[in-house]
């Protein structure tokens, strides 16, 4: 794993960072973990989720840390007219501004994306919102559980007879940062042509909408409004989690071969030709039947042994382990997935390119490190 190199496939590329939280900050950590040099200018009272702890490490949150290294932090009031001309300084010789102030704020300081794309005509500038400037919610502010609940998230997530319930990760800040991600690379392929560059939005409600796979889809086809399966799929059987003697095992079997082969490998070679499991519109018709069946004969299995015996029969399952025991995989030591430098350790970037890998060259900054090479804050007057 490389940790020192300054090579990259953004290599060169420049980024300011005027986010904070979580989408924008996870969006410029792919681009500054793949050789972007990030700038990350805060507010005087820094990053928000430099408080968010604990748990607290080398001065900061962890909450912080997972999603801002291979960055610099510079401290900059843009609500004075000194603030915003260095501002104005640093995007001079920028590819980049990644931002995620509600719409209008910008636009008040003039520092709207027209004013920007007229003076800085080959910028890729990308706001990230929770609903975008349109419509009757735009420019509001919206946190990922909120978009989770508005979107239909939560409608779909829990138990049948439960409540609606919140992913237990942020899944609509994350994708969002990765929809902005990928917006400023297509917006970067598309410079390389015209020479210009342009304005990406992307709203935490639209991508919260985006990802509702397989449920918008059903409701378009049926008309049924999807409603919480727990963890069973709504359209695949067996696809769920299920006790065994030492464990629970999550079975994900998407075709008929990997359900004869399970089967067979249970003891149960026969059950693929019973009519009511023949193909998977049968066993989603008779789920409750089949997984009765499954619980009995898995009762006898130890989760993650068996499901390491599934695995090579290219049957897709897993045992359901704990952050600690996924950390703890042979698969993620081989996958080179945990990376460390000095005090810092972090998730790896999970994009594995073969000539140009990701690099990890700072730890996430102390708050004004800019211009330090040893992460001590700066100190100048004009700087703050």
């Known amino acids: 794993m490389t940790t020192g190199s300054r090579t990259g496939a953004l290599a060169g590329l420049q980024v300011v960072d005027l986010s904070r939280v979580l989408g924008g900050p996870y969006c410029t950590q792919i681009l500054g973990d793949h050789g972007a040099e990030v700038l990350k200018i805060e507010p005087p009272s820094g990053d928000e989720t ?58 008040r300081w003039g ?16 706001r990230v919102s929770g609903y975008g400037s349109t419509g009757p919610l735009g420019g509001m502010p ?11 998230l939560m409608s779909v997530n829990g138990e049948p007879d439960g409540e609606p319930t919140r ?8 994708v969002t940062g990765l929809n902005a991600a990928i917006g400023i690379l297509l917006a970067l392929q598309e410079r390389q042509v015209s020479g210009r560059g342009q304005f990406v939005e992307t709203a935490l409600y639209d991508c919260g909408l985006s990802i509702l796979h397989p449920h918008l889809p059903n409701l378009f086809a049926s008309g049924k409004t999807p409603g919480r399966t ?23 079997v998407g075709n008929d071969g990997q359900f004869r082969r399970m089967c067979t490998f249970l003891g149960r070679p026969d059950l ?3 009519p009511r499991f023949k193909d998977n519109a049968a066993r ?79 730890p ?12 001590t804050p700066a100190s100048t007057t004009e700087e703050r």
């Open 50 to 107: 430099r408080a968010w702890g604990p748990p607290f490490v080398a001065g900061s949150t962890a909450y912080f840390r997972g999603v801002n290294r291979n960055k610099r932090s510079l401290v900059l009031d843009l609500a004075t007219e000194q603030g915003r001309d260095l501002l104005l300084g640093f995007l001079e010789g920028a590819d980049v501004l990644v931002e995620n102030y509600k719409p209008g704020t910008l636009e």
């Open 111 to 126: 520092l709207g994306p027209e004013v920007l794309a007229e003076r800085f005509p080959k910028l890729v500038h990308c």
């Open 142 to 152: 919206g946190y990922d559980a909120a978009i989770q609940a508005m979107a239909g």
């Open 167 to 174: 992913l237990g990760i942020p899944v609509v800040d994350l």
């Open 230 to 252: 727990g963890n069973a799929h709504p359209n695949i059987a067996p696809y769920s989690s299920f006790p065994t003697g030492r464990g629970a095992i999550f079975l994900a």
């Open 272 to 274: 693929p030709d019973e």
């Open 284 to 362: 989603l018709n008779n789920r409750a039947e089949l997984e009765a069946i499954l619980r009995d004969l898995l009762a006898a299995h130890d989760a993650t042994v068996l499901a390491e015996s599934l695995i090579k029969l290219g049957v897709p399952c897993g045992p359901v382990l704990t952050v600690a025991e996924a950390v703890a995989h042979p698969q993620t030591a081989a996958r080179e997935m945990i990376v460390e430098m000095g005090g810092y350790k972090g998730v790896a970037s999970p994009i594995k390119l073969s000539r140009t890998p990701a690099t990890y060259r700072r």
């Open 364 to 375: 996430p900054p102390a708050l004004n490190d800019f211009g330090s090479e040893n992460g």
